[in-house]
Structures are given as C-alpha cells and as structure tokens.
Nanobody
Framework: VQLQASGGGLVQAGGSLRISCAAS????????MGWFRQAPGKEREFVAA????????YYSDSVKGRFTILRDNTKNTVHLQMNRVKPEDTAVYYC???????????????WGQGTLVTVSS
C-alpha cells in the first residue's frame, strides 16, 4: 500500500483547508485510515480516523467539531476537511493506513510522506 498526501499550505486562523491522501496498491488490505500530525518540537499525535467503509469516524478532542474526515470510495482517497483552523493546528500532517479493525490510535502499517499545514495568526 502506498499513500500520497497532498493539499497542505498556508491558511489564516479561522479559515479552512482540505488535505487529501490517495491510497494505491493493495488497498483491499486497508481497514482503517488515519491522520496524524507532528508540530515542531512535539511528538506525533492522532488527529482523526475512518474505517475504509466510510464509517465510523473518530477524532481527537482538539479537533472534534472543526475537522471532518471523509472517505471518497470512488478514488481510494481520504480527505481531512479542516475548518476554523487555529495557529496550534500548524504541523506536518501524515496519513496512515492499517490492517485489522481493532483500534484506531496506533499500530498503523503504512505511512504517507506528510504535508505541511501552517496556520497564521
């Protein structure tokens, strides 16, 4: 499974941005897709996850109500719609995929290269 993240960039606080992750290869092996982020000087943290079927979805408390993870069945793509962004959302965002449907916060098998999101105040 290969994952290609895209869509990062600079956005003003309060604005919106959508980042995407295209999966290719043996996508039939994927059970869960997730987004993680790592800010400078901090550890990588879980952001959101969705089962390959499109539901259910899960979010960290810091993004719940502002971010939405969406599964595009026609394109083997998962989007992260980021609304009402804050400067503390600034980070490199990584998409990841895992086999097996147990848990969604850890033990991912495949990782994308990351896309930088910068939120200006």
């Amino acid at each position: 499974v290969q994952l290609q993240a895209s869509g990062g960039g600079l956005v003003q606080a309060g604005g919106s941005l959508r980042i995407s992750c295209a999966a290719s290869g043996h996508t039939h092996a994927i059970d869960v897709m997730g987004w993680f982020r790592q800010a400078p000087g901090k550890e990588r943290e879980f952001v959101a996850a969705v089962y390959w079927s499109g539901n259910p979805t899960y979010y960290s408390d810091s993004v719940k109500g502002r971010f939405t993870i969406l599964r595009d069945n026609t394109k083997n793509t998962v989007h992260l719609q980021m609304n009402r962004v804050k400067p503390e959302d600034t980070a490199v965002y990584y998409c990841a995929a895992k086999r097996g449907g147990v848990g969604y916060r850890s033990l991912y098998d495949y990782w994308g290269q990351g896309t930088l999101v910068t939120v200006s105040s």
